[in-house]
């Protein structure tokens, strides 16, 4: 088993710190993605465990060793490139075959590699092309099938679809999947992107400022996410907050009421109730909302609410009657919604009753 381990990792450039003490474990064979925005410390994280940079405190392991000192070269580890790094003057077998060649592999041994990464990514027709006679998909692969021949015991890429159309990062994705599970090995993938990091990873890393905030399944992320920062980070559109108080055993706002149960103390006076847009319904329901703005997207019209000052997110379906300025009744489904202290931004285990009407 070849884990990798980051343990109390800090990286500080001069005054600026990159990141705070990070403590990850990534299961050998999984497909874990970094996501954050930009400036969160995701790609440094990449770049140290590939060793083009050094923490400054604590250790980086994969499998038994430590590798805070060793060489890239030296670290069994393959890094595809957001510019895919590709020598204009080789042709793509001979891209390919370029880290076996350092490595002092003979020509033969090169050739059979070679060939079997070219079948596996569906280069077997292009690989006497130079790099300017390739779609951008096809260089991607190149790229890919470089680390690939290498057989890494890790593959770090670093938002090596941004430079896609969306048509092609779609098909990229699956393609990314397909091989992972082919591979069997260990994935670590860098993006902002949360459609990436949702669809094919096995467990997503949220980081901001430096600070890892959750580390979970996609599933965990979206349904129970650790505080405010990935609640808000995670879906598109964001998460819906209001600022209340508790009182009573029901949560109150300006413009909803919720019974709310917390499964512990110690939470503080202010808190935030969650709801994504898509877990509240319109058209019924004891709160009642202004239409603001209407974006018609095709299968689905998102909707700007004004709740008493707070602004309100929610999808509709596209041939539901919305007009600007007029009232819409709607409700939230109690088994969806999200409890968080308004101070920390800590999530608070909750149960929820159903909505009532604004006092």
Do not use: W
């Amino acid at each position: 088993m070849s884990d990798i381990v980051f343990s109390g990792v800090r990286k500080a450039f001069g005054s600026a710190i990159a990141l705070h003490g990070l403590d990850l474990t990534i299961r050998s064979g999984e497909f874990v993605s970094l996501l954050g925005p930009s400036g969160c410390g995701k790609t440094t994280t990449l770049r140290m465990l590939a060793g083009l940079e050094f923490p400054t405190q604590g250790t980086i392991s994969i499998g038994s060793r430590v590798v805070n000192d060793v060489p890239p070269g030296k670290r069994d580890i393959a890094m595809v490139f957001q510019s895919y790094a590709l020598y204009p003057h080789m042709s793509v077998a001979e891209n390919i075959a370029y880290p076996l060649k350092k490595r002092g592999m003979p020509r033969a041994e090169r050739e059979t590699r070679v060939k079997a990464a070219a079948e596996t990514l569906q280069l077997g027709a292009l690989l006497q092309r130079k790099p300017r006679q390739l779609s951008g998909g096809q260089q991607q692969r190149v790229a890919l099938g470089r680390a690939l021949v290498r057989d890494p015991v890790a593959f770090l890429l670093d938002e090596p679809l941004s430079n896609l159309d969306a048509k092609l990062r779609a098909h990229m994705r699956a393609e990314l999947i397909e091989l992972h599970r082919s591979l069997g090995k260990t994935f670590v993938y860098v993006t902002h992107d949360q459609l990436e990091a949702m669809t094919m990873s096995d467990r997503i890393a949220v980081m901001n400022e430096g600070v890892l905030q959750q580390f979970a399944t996609p599933k965990e992320v979206y349904e129970a996410p650790a505080n405010t920062f990935v609640a808000t980070f995670i879906g598109s559109p964001s998460m819906n907050m209001f600022e209340g108080a508790l009182a009573d055993g029901v949560f109150s706002h300006p413009a909803l009421r919720v019974p709310v149960t917390p499964e512990a103390s110690g939470h503080g006076s202010r808190l935030l109730l969650g709801v994504r847009p898509e877990d509240m319904t319109l058209g019924a329901g004891p709160l009642n909302g202004t239409i603001r703005v209407v974006e018609p997207s095709g299968h689905e019209t998102i909707v700007l609410l004004d709740f008493a000052g707070t602004t309100v997110t929610v999808r509709a379906p596209p041939d539901m009657p919305l007009g600007i300025g007029s009232v819409l009744a709607c409700d939230v489904k109690s088994s969806r919604l999200h409890l968080f202290d308004a101070v920390s931004g800590l999530r608070i285990a909750a149960r929820f009753g159903a909505a009532l009407p604004p006092a």
